[in-house]
């Protein structure tokens, strides 16, 4: 659509001569366009002399789309030589700006088109630099072993549009910002001669675009965003700036880097670059630290420009002035950096995409972003309007009324006094919209502390984690308010000795220090922990990253299912290259949920029973997404698995799908190799030892300490044959085994075997053999003997640790296990659950429906107990050890009003299921 029927509003002329002279010198143009040409030149000497200069190709432009004219004046350059490209590409500007500005005067672009018409110009105006440029580099032998073709990839260097280019957000006489680099292994013996190439060409780069000319100039060029950028060159290799951003990169340019866009040359390159940087960008945990690095960036912007005090329309600067661009910037930079690292959808390099993005996540309110969006759009066009002006790289209101009178009647707005109240209102609510999340609040002051609590208090300067300045200023601030909710819990000393110990178990202190000042809420998660569950306390000072979960937004959400937690890893895992960092990975994703699980049993928002389904569900998802991993890995080397492959099968409690929080895990491996011999492999291996390495390699992969710790420990002595059977079993030998040699216990296994990954065919067979063998074995005359002599061993070997052991000892949770096991190979049923397994016994008529109630409510109580308890202590429960919080926690799990109420019927539970067990089990 052409020009004129776009038009939504128009400047008024300030200056009614300079007004009255393009009418004249336009009057045969379309009466509609003619008022906006007239306000602009009336307001703008620069776009007045402009229209004067471009006067023809004006006339033609307007009677077009603009888009079309801006288009085929960008196209137009692509064949100019280097000896015309100066020229050309300034007559490009002059003439993109004019109609830039117009379009933007008049309402006809918004401004996000605005800023990428001037984007792009910026875009072809390096990238034909760079490359005519190199073109000449090559065609005089100064770039080692490049052709001419080279020349369209720039032989390797690419150039990064930082800041507002970067984005697509070029101001109306914006500089740009670049950073020059090269790669270097594309010259892997002559890097320096190459490098003393690319860096005359940066150089002659910057000047052919920024230099001014009787022609002008194309855009100012900044080339000191690189790394630091006082004593290196202007181009640098990957190498050098991948170094120096791991060593000593700030938060201001992890910041740049957000933006940052590969604009000329080697795009390819600058791509893969961009990758290899985003460990140092983004995060992998919440980063609430930049919050601080960012708030403390500003006061030092303020500070050296003298841009505090109240807002002052006459010479307020409209980007680093208070409630000004750069605010809201920073306020959507910050959030970025904060959770960008977890959320890639958070990466954008604009502005206002960002602030939707951010709002979308929960990260802030929807409305603080639509009223941040028109605010940010608002002082961009008050910005243009003040640039438009004498084509002035400014971002200063004027500092006389008649300056001010220019730019209001510049926005087409008569009322002077209107307009000041106007922007005087919008950069204060800017300022009271962002200043909140930046500005750290003073401290409060504190409770009254009794000697006891003082003693402990003072010693918390000498923890690691409050050793470095920057730790103790923000701890010193979050201390009060931390101590008050301490003083709020039931036993104020017990909940601020457990809190003790989670601060002294802390490394470090400014990124979780920082995460509590910005999310005051989360205190009250973390003592109510501290106070109750010690052991989750001193896990989670240990491992700090697992909060970024609670502050992720959906912690507090319903447990997603099986499915759709394991794709969750395994996209998550798709996205890594390196084995290990693919292990590390799913350690910290396992770990989040696992905390997760954990606090919501602590919080009552689960029972024990649900908890112990959730952490069996945890590791199915981590088992079945790691073991495709695993197997890449290992084939790599060896080969894709021959035949079927392998399955892995959760024996055990795994294999009931019922786990605690301290759970290990019992595997077992099974392999069907078909036909073959050996693997198809760099080194081809026999079956036997294939399988073998490749289950040791599952071993490692999940019990191995890492960086993020190891994922869980792992039994394998299920196995046939137990220790001395071979680490993975063909399908066929397990079921000769299973028929022919297998002994009782190894039926009971498998009443519980469930294959949780690999081959879905494999799977589906051994589940059809389970069937199969516990059908053949069903109601054996020896079993009732061997589980009677399985039972008195295990009491010799494992008797009860004290009273509240619910796991060991007669009418406890092994003991239960055991006769719903004999129950179920009794029965010949493949249920692998207890209560299931006690009803097949029942169906079975090996017990009545009152012993299975009876047996049912010691199980049930003892589940309770042993999930609560391995949830507050990896030690034998002790209610004289456990404080208040503890103490509530287990009564509330089991039903019980008091300790001694739980004794009571802990007692006569275990009573009623042992009479039931110790007539059931014994030798006929």
Same mark, same amino acid.
């Given at each position: 659509?052409?020009? +004129?029927?776009? &038009?939504? $509003?128009?400047?008024? @002329?300030?200056?009614? #001569?300079?007004? %009255? *002279?393009? =009418? !004249?010198?336009?009057?045969?143009?379309?009466?509609?366009?003619?008022?906006?040409?007239?306000?602009?030149?009336?307001?703008?000497?620069?776009?007045?002399?402009?229209?004067?200069?471009?006067?023809?190709?004006?006339?033609?432009?307007?009677?077009?789309?603009?888009?079309?004219?801006?288009?085929?004046?960008?196209?137009?350059?692509?064949?100019?030589?280097?000896?015309?490209?100066?020229?050309?590409?300034?007559?490009?500007?002059?003439?993109?700006?004019?109609?830039?500005?117009?379009?933007?005067?008049?309402?006809?672009?918004?401004?996000?088109?605005?800023?990428?018409?001037?984007?792009?110009?910026?875009?072809?105006?390096?990238?034909?630099?760079?490359?005519?440029?190199? +073109?000449?580099? &090559?065609? $005089?032998?100064?770039? @080692?072993?490049?052709? #001419?073709?080279? %020349? *369209?990839? =720039? !032989?390797?260097?690419?150039?990064?549009?930082?800041?507002?280019?970067?984005?697509?957000?070029?101001?109306?006489?914006?500089?740009?910002?670049?950073?020059?680099?090269?790669?270097?292994?594309?010259?892997?013996?002559?890097?320096?001669?190459?490098?003393?190439?690319?860096?005359?060409?940066?150089?002659?780069?910057?000047?052919?675009?920024?230099?001014?000319?009787?022609?002008?100039?194309?855009?100012?060029?900044?080339?000191?965003?690189?790394?630091?950028?006082?004593?290196?060159?202007?181009?640098?290799?990957?190498?050098?700036?991948?170094?120096?951003?791991?060593?000593?990169?700030?938060?201001?340019?992890?910041?740049?880097?957000?933006?940052?866009?590969?604009?000329?040359?080697?795009?390819?390159?600058?791509?893969?670059?961009?990758?290899?940087?985003?460990?140092?960008?983004?995060?992998?945990?919440?980063?609430?630290?930049?919050?601080?690095?960012?708030?403390?960036?500003?006061?030092?912007?303020?500070?050296?420009?003298?841009?505090?005090?109240?807002?002052?329309?006459?010479?307020?600067?409209?980007?680093?002035?208070?409630?000004?661009?750069?605010?809201?910037?920073?306020?959507?930079?910050?959030?970025?950096?904060?959770?960008?690292?977890?959320?890639?959808?958070?990466?954008?390099?604009?502005?206002?995409?960002?602030?939707?993005?951010?709002?979308?996540?929960?990260?802030?309110?929807?409305?603080?972003?639509?009223?941040?969006?028109?605010?940010?759009?608002?002082?961009?066009?008050?910005?243009?309007?003040?640039?438009?002006?004498?084509?002035?790289?400014?971002?200063?209101?004027?500092?006389?009324?008649?300056?001010?009178?220019?730019?209001?009647?510049?926005?087409?707005?008569?009322?002077?006094?209107?307009?000041?109240?106007?922007?005087?209102?919008?950069?204060?609510?800017?300022?009271?919209?962002?200043?909140?999340?930046?500005?750290?609040?003073?401290?409060?002051e504190g409770p009254e502390l009794s000697d006891s609590a003082r003693d402990i208090v003072r010693g918390w300067d000498s923890y690691p984690a409050l050793r470095s300045e920057r730790a103790g200023t923000i701890f010193r601030r979050v201390r009060p308010g931390l101590l008050k909710r301490l003083q709020r819990a039931a036993n104020p000393d017990e909940a601020l000795i457990a809190f003790d110990g989670f601060l002294a178990g802390l490394p470090a202190g400014v990124q979780i220090f920082s995460l509590f000042e910005a999310n005051p809420q989360?205190?009250?998660?973390?003592?109510?922990?501290?106070?109750?569950?010690?052991?989750?306390?001193?896990?989670?000072?240990?491992?700090?990253?697992?909060?970024?979960?609670?502050?992720?937004?959906?912690?507090?959400?319903?447990?997603?299912?099986?499915?759709?937690?394991?794709?969750?890893?395994?996209?998550?895992?798709?996205?890594?290259?390196?084995?290990?960092?693919?292990?590390?990975?799913?350690?910290?994703?396992?770990?989040?949920?696992?905390?997760?699980?954990?606090?919501?049993?602590?919080?009552?928002?689960?029972?024990?029973?649900?908890?112990?389904?959730?952490?069996?569900?945890?590791?199915?998802?981590?088992?079945?997404?790691?073991?495709?991993?695993?197997?890449?890995?290992?084939?790599?080397?060896?080969?894709?698995?021959?035949?079927?492959?392998?399955?892995?099968?959760?024996?055990?409690?795994?294999?009931?799908?019922?786990?605690?929080?301290?759970?290990?895990?019992?595997?077992?491996?099974?392999?069907?190799?078909?036909?073959?011999?050996?693997?198809?492999?760099?080194?081809?291996?026999?079956?036997?030892?294939?399988?073998?390495?490749?289950?040791?390699?599952?071993?490692?992969?999940?019990?191995?300490?890492?960086?993020?710790?190891?994922?869980?420990?792992?039994?394998?002595?299920?196995?046939?044959?137990?220790?001395?059977?071979?680490?993975?079993?063909?399908?066929?030998?397990?079921?000769?085994?299973?028929?022919?040699?297998?002994?009782?216990?190894?039926?009971?296994?498998?009443?519980?075997?469930?294959?949780?990954?690999?081959?879905?065919?494999?799977?589906?067979?051994?589940?059809?053999?389970?069937?199969?063998?516990?059908?053949?074995?069903?109601?054996?005359?020896?079993?009732?003997?061997?589980?009677?002599?399985?039972?008195?061993?295990?009491?010799?070997?494992?008797?009860?640790?004290?009273?509240?052991?619910?796991?060991?000892?007669?009418?406890?949770?092994?003991?239960?296990?055991?006769?719903?096991?004999?129950?179920?190979?009794?029965?010949?049923?493949?249920?692998?659950?207890?209560?299931?397994?006690?009803?097949?016994?029942?169906?079975r008529q090996f017990l009545s429906q009152s012993d299975e109630q009876a047996v049912l409510d010691a199980y049930r109580l003892c589940w309770r107990l042993q999930a609560a308890s391995r949830l507050l202590t990896d030690k034998a429960l002790d209610f004289e050890k456990l404080g208040i919080g503890g103490r509530a926690f287990l009564l509330r799990e089991t039903g019980q009003t008091d300790v001694a109420a739980l004794s009571a019927r802990l007692t006569e539970a275990l009573a009623g299921a042992e009479a039931v067990i110790a007539r059931l089990?014994?030798?006929?």
């Amino acid at each position: 659509m052409p020009f +004129a029927p776009r &038009i939504t $509003r128009k400047p008024l @002329p300030y200056d009614s #001569a300079a007004g %009255a *002279e393009i =009418a !004249a010198r336009f009057a045969d143009i379309d009466p509609a366009v003619l008022p906006v040409l007239v306000g602009a030149a009336g307001c703008s000497p620069f776009l007045a002399d402009l229209m004067q200069r471009e006067a023809d190709w004006l006339r033609a432009a307007l009677a077009r789309a603009p888009e079309t004219a801006v288009a085929t004046e960008l196209a137009a350059l692509k064949d100019l030589s280097l000896d015309a490209l100066g020229a050309g590409l300034r007559q490009a500007k002059r003439r993109v700006a004019l109609l830039a500005g117009l379009a933007d005067l008049a309402g006809v672009w918004p401004l996000e088109a605005v800023t990428g018409a001037l984007t792009d110009l910026a875009d072809r105006a390096v990238d034909l630099s760079l490359k005519r440029l190199v +073109a000449e580099e &090559i065609r $005089r032998g100064k770039i @080692p072993g490049a052709v #001419a073709e080279d %020349a *369209e990839t =720039a !032989a390797g260097m690419v150039v990064f549009a930082m800041g507002k280019m970067g984005a697509g957000e070029l101001n109306y006489s914006s500089d740009i910002d670049l950073i020059c680099l090269f790669d270097e292994s594309r010259y892997p013996d002559s890097a320096a001669e190459a490098r003393s190439a690319f860096i005359r060409v940066t150089r002659k780069m910057a000047a052919l675009v920024g230099d001014r000319t009787a022609e002008g100039y194309v855009f100012r060029t900044d080339l000191r965003l690189r790394p630091d950028a006082a004593v290196t060159p202007v181009c640098l290799s990957f190498a050098a700036a991948e170094s120096y951003y791991e060593s000593v990169g700030r938060t201001w340019e992890r910041a740049a880097w957000i933006k940052a866009r590969p604009c000329a040359g080697d795009i390819a390159a600058g791509e893969r670059f961009i990758k290899t940087l985003t460990p140092f960008v983004w995060r992998k945990h919440l980063d609430f630290a930049a919050i601080q690095d960012a708030h403390d960036m500003r006061l030092r912007i303020r500070d050296h420009r003298r841009l505090h005090g109240p807002v002052v329309v006459e010479g307020h600067n409209m980007k680093l002035g208070v409630g000004g661009i750069r605010e809201i910037e920073f306020f959507t930079q910050t959030r970025q950096l904060i959770a960008g690292g977890r959320d890639p959808d958070l990466r954008g390099r604009q502005t206002v995409p960002g602030l939707a993005a951010l709002a979308e996540k929960g990260w802030i309110a929807q409305d603080t972003a639509a009223e941040l969006t028109q605010l940010y759009r608002a002082h961009r066009e008050i910005e243009h309007r003040l640039q438009m002006v004498h084509d002035a790289q400014t971002h200063d209101m004027p500092a006389t009324a008649d300056g001010i009178a220019r730019i209001a009647m510049f926005c087409g707005e008569p009322d002077v006094a209107a307009f000041r109240a106007s922007l005087t209102a919008r950069l204060e609510r800017t300022d009271h919209l962002t200043e909140g999340f930046f500005a750290p609040g003073e401290a409060e002051e504190g409770p009254e502390l009794s000697d006891s609590a003082r003693d402990i208090v003072r010693g918390w300067d000498s923890y690691p984690a409050l050793r470095s300045e920057r730790a103790g200023t923000i701890f010193r601030r979050v201390r009060p308010g931390l101590l008050k909710r301490l003083q709020r819990a039931a036993n104020p000393d017990e909940a601020l000795i457990a809190f003790d110990g989670f601060l002294a178990g802390l490394p470090a202190g400014v990124q979780i220090f920082s995460l509590f000042e910005a999310n005051p809420q989360l205190v009250d998660l973390i003592v109510d922990i501290a106070a109750t569950s010690p052991a989750l306390a001193l896990y989670l000072s240990r491992n700090g990253a697992v909060l970024d979960a609670v502050i992720g937004g959906s912690f507090f959400a319903a447990w997603p299912s099986l499915g759709a937690l394991s794709a969750g890893l395994t996209a998550a895992l798709a996205e890594i290259a390196d084995y290990e960092r693919k292990l590390d990975a799913a350690r910290r994703w396992m770990k989040e949920w696992h905390f997760r699980i954990g606090v919501h049993h602590l919080r009552g928002l689960i029972d024990a029973f649900e908890a112990g389904k959730q952490y069996a569900d945890l590791a199915d998802a981590t088992l079945a997404a790691l073991w495709p991993v695993v197997e890449a890995e290992f084939a790599r080397k060896y080969g894709p698995p021959p035949g079927r492959g392998a399955i892995l099968l959760g024996m055990g409690s795994l294999g009931a799908g019922r786990l605690n929080a301290e759970s290990d895990l019992d595997l077992i491996v099974i392999y069907d190799a078909g036909d073959a011999e050996y693997s198809d492999g760099k080194k081809p291996l026999a079956i036997r030892p294939y399988f073998a390495r490749l289950t040791q390699a599952m071993v490692t992969a999940v019990t191995a300490q890492m960086p993020e710790g190891r994922l869980y420990e792992v039994d394998m002595r299920l196995r046939p044959s137990g220790r001395q059977g071979p680490v993975a079993t063909s399908i066929h030998s397990f079921k000769d085994y299973q028929l022919t040699e297998a002994w009782t216990w190894e039926h009971l296994a498998l009443t519980r075997a469930r294959p949780i990954a690999g081959n879905a065919d494999l799977r589906a067979e051994f589940e059809g053999l389970r069937r199969e063998v516990l059908a053949a074995k069903a109601g054996g005359e020896t079993v009732l003997a061997d589980v009677a002599d399985m039972r008195a061993r295990l009491a010799a070997a494992k008797p009860a640790s004290g009273p509240w052991d619910a796991k060991n000892g007669p009418g406890r949770l092994m003991d239960i296990e055991l006769l719903a096991q004999t129950a179920a190979l009794q029965a010949g049923d493949p249920a692998r659950r207890v209560e299931p397994q006690l009803r097949a016994g029942v169906k079975r008529q090996f017990l009545s429906q009152s012993d299975e109630q009876a047996v049912l409510d010691a199980y049930r109580l003892c589940w309770r107990l042993q999930a609560a308890s391995r949830l507050l202590t990896d030690k034998a429960l002790d209610f004289e050890k456990l404080g208040i919080g503890g103490r509530a926690f287990l009564l509330r799990e089991t039903g019980q009003t008091d300790v001694a109420a739980l004794s009571a019927r802990l007692t006569e539970a275990l009573a009623g299921a042992e009479a039931v067990i110790a007539r059931l089990i014994t030798a006929p």
